[in-house]
């Protein structure tokens, strides 16, 4: 699948998907990676090394910082792939330097797909 | 977007690492908003200074940017801090909660930036000229740069504002440009204004009502820069109006395209109404005044309604430090410390952990103030005007 380059570089590995938005800022723990916000669909997973895959940010722009943190604690995806993304989400990967890929159709790759995303040329693989 | 040789290299890694990251960030969200280009910008202010905005996320990141070596190429402010941050234990700032604000201001320092924190940059030695391109964060201040001053600037996020500074640059899209700066509603006020705090209601409700527009105002017979200021910070808050023209006052007024507008009125009902609305406390534990920060001519005012009585209750005016040395020589500070107030320098109420501080009910003649208080700071709020505030603290 062919998107748009938000942040560049190139990465491989399995995805973790989810249909709901991720707000960073008091939804992921800086320190372990893991989601803790209360009723999200990925409550309690660990998004180290995974390819993250939702379709849009939400929440406080503090986020932005939260992703810079994940990657700084060594505890940041691999990878990241939107729907859409907006200026909280653009702001933390290009500051982390984490690939990541949007206008994506999000629905076709399946949580554990495994998944190669070369942002350079902005396209997505699903390789199984 | 077309980017210049020069630039190119930016991208290329020769600035170093952290501009080359900066940079990317501008240049994605340039192509995300349409952005043709780049322009240079003649000045920056930067938001996410409050430690209870950023948090350890933001303070570790400006410190990490810091210890990278990024340094701001043009004129750069920040947004008010969360504490005064020179007589934060005389005020009862909490000491874990300023050990953290002062990390963020020593790392803002080193990047070169100015550690003037304020809402009012222009009041305290930032100030553009008319038709400047510049990258600033604050909503109130985005308000009266594009509004009363004519500078060009969209609202910066914390990060993009930041990027601009060590860059020097702003991807040329949005309220740079003078088509988007044409008015797409009609504001016409019957009714008085007198006080601050009516310029803040009239803003809320119109911000309520147009949401990201760009309203253009008439029956505004008369209007001092912190008038107009409490008008744009109320419009900022309760919509996202980011600029406004107000005929015969502010200097595109007679510029832009105005004909066919669609016309919303506001006269004594509404604000009436609007001041109903705010009020949702009884009698204030403390009354807040200077949002956004206050001028030299408020300060003054206030000096003068407290000389010589002795408050029941305290009263805090913030400004910034530059406000607050001259209200010092002219002796407001001691008047109004006398009367049991204070002059609170480089932070305000909104961005303050005032919550924790023992406060419900705050006092405030400011619409921006109002509409921030009961989310952020847990704070009942009476809004009016200062005579009624002083009255209530007497």
Known sequence: MKGRMISPGKTEGAAIVTNEPIGFYGGIDIKTGVVIEKGHPLEGRCIKDKILVFPCGKGSTVGSYVIYGLKKNDVAPSGIINKETETIVATGVILAGIPCVDQIEIEKIKDGDTVLLDADQALVTIQK | ?394
């Not at chain 2, 005020?91 to 963020?104: M, S, T």
């Not at chain 2, 507008?261 to 009436?272: A, I, M, Q, R």
Request: net charge neutral.
């Open chain 2, 1 to 394: 977007m077309y980017l210049t040789k020069e630039e190119e290299k930016i991208l290329d890694g020769d600035g170093g690492e952290a501009e080359e990251r900066m940079f990317r960030l501008l240049v994605r969200l340039g192509e995300i908003y349409g952005a043709d280009k780049m322009i240079p910008v003649g000045s920056v202010q930067v938001a996410g200074v409050s430690y209870k905005s950023i948090g350890d996320p933001g303070t570790e990141f400006l410190e990490d940017m810091a210890s990278k070596g990024a340094k701001v190429k043009v004129l750069t402010y920040l947004n008010p801090a969360g504490m005064d941050l020179e007589n934060w234990e005389k005020i009862g700032f909490p000491k874990d909660f300023a050990r953290n604000q002062l990390r963020i201001m020593n790392a803002f320092k080193n990047m070169g930036i100015v550690v003037i924190s304020t809402c009012t940059p222009y009041l305290a030695g930032n100030l553009p000229r008319f038709r400047e391109h510049i990258a600033w964060s604050e909503s109130s201040a985005v308000s009266f740069s594009n509004s009363v001053i004519g500078a060009r600037t969209n609202r910066e996020g914390g990060p993009s504002a930041l990027a601009a500074a060590i860059c020097g640059r702003t991807p040329n899209y949005g309220l740079h440009l003078w088509e988007k700066r044409q008015p797409n509603i009609k504001i016409k006020v019957d009714v008085e204004l007198d006080f601050n705090a009516d310029f803040g209601a009239l803003g809320y409700f119109v911000g309520k009502q147009v949401k990201n527009k760009i309203p253009y105002f008439t029956g505004i017979k008369d209007a001092n820069t912190d008038q107009l200021k409490s008008l744009g910070a109320a419009m900022a808050a309760s919509g996202a109006v980011a600029l406004y023209h107000v005929e015969d006052l502010t200097p595109e007024a007679d510029l832009v395209e105005k004909n066919a507008l669609e016309t919303l009125d506001v006269g004594k009902k509404e604000l009436d109404e609007t001041y109903e609305k705010l009020n949702t406390g009884g009698d204030p534990d403390v009354v807040i005044l200077g949002c956004p920060h206050a001028s030299l001519r408020e300060i003054s005012t206030l000096a003068g309604k407290l000389l010589d009585k002795r408050l029941k209750k305290p009263v805090w005016i913030c400004t910034s430090r530059v406000m607050k040395e001259a209200a010092d020589r002219m002796g407001f500070t001691e008047i109004i410390e006398k009367a049991g107030g204070y002059i609170v320098a480089d932070t305000c109420m909104v961005v303050s952990p005032i919550e924790k501080m023992g406060y419900k009910t705050t006092g405030v003649n400011s619409g921006k103030a109002a509409n921030y208080l009961p989310g952020f700071c847990k704070q009942e709020v009476v809004f009016t005007n200062i005579n009624k505030l002083i009255e209530a603290q007497s």
